[in-house]
């Protein structure tokens, strides 16, 4: 990558704050989830299976991301742990329903996220 380009990564990665990476993070994850959905009606289970791994990279970046700190900690691993296991089967047997479900659980984190008056913490 040239350089100038390395620089403005780096820059936009150090500059923006920690909530719009949590909501950036959630929209590609939904980008992804559309396209394996897209993906099953036109049988291309190969790429199903690409963006179905992606989310599942960012449901695993979002579970190790848990401050375990907050009273709430066991119960969120214990939904991203449900999600990571509905994509498991979706890879292995691909379910349009199945994809609106986690699809429809990222639209309502991306809300939440969007209106957090709050900047998540960094552990």
Same mark, same amino acid.
């Given at each position: 990558?040239?350089?100038?380009?390395?620089?403005?990564?780096?820059?936009?990665? !150090?500059?923006?704050?920690?909530?719009?990476?949590?909501? *950036?993070? !959630? &929209?590609?994850?939904?980008? !992804?989830?559309?396209?394996?959905?897209?993906?099953?009606? =036109?049988?291309?289970?190969? @790429?199903?299976? &690409?963006?179905?791994?992606?989310? *599942?990279?960012?449901?695993?970046?979002? $579970?190790?991301?848990?401050?375990? =700190?907050?009273? +709430?900690?066991?119960?969120?691993?214990?939904?991203?742990?449900?999600?990571?296991?509905?994509?498991? %089967? +979706?890879?292995? %047997?691909?379910?349009? =329903? @199945?994809?609106?479900?986690? *699809?429809?659980?990222? &639209?309502?984190?991306?809300?939440?996220?969007?209106?957090?008056?709050? %900047?998540?913490?960094? $552990?």
């Amino acid at each position: 990558m040239p350089r100038g380009i390395e620089a403005y990564h780096q820059s936009t990665i !150090h500059t923006t704050g920690l909530k719009d990476i949590v909501v *950036q993070v !959630h &929209e590609r994850a939904l980008l !992804h989830l559309k396209e394996a959905q897209q993906n099953i009606e =036109e049988g291309k289970l190969n @790429e199903l299976r &690409e963006h179905i791994t992606y989310v *599942q990279d960012v449901v695993t970046f979002l $579970r190790g991301s848990i401050d375990p =700190e907050f009273a +709430i900690s066991n119960e969120l691993a214990l939904i991203y742990q449900g999600y990571l296991a509905t994509l498991a %089967q +979706i890879f292995i %047997q691909p379910d349009v =329903e @199945e994809i609106a479900t986690i *699809q429809k659980a990222f &639209e309502n984190w991306l809300a939440f996220w969007k209106s957090a008056p709050i %900047q998540p913490t960094v $552990r």
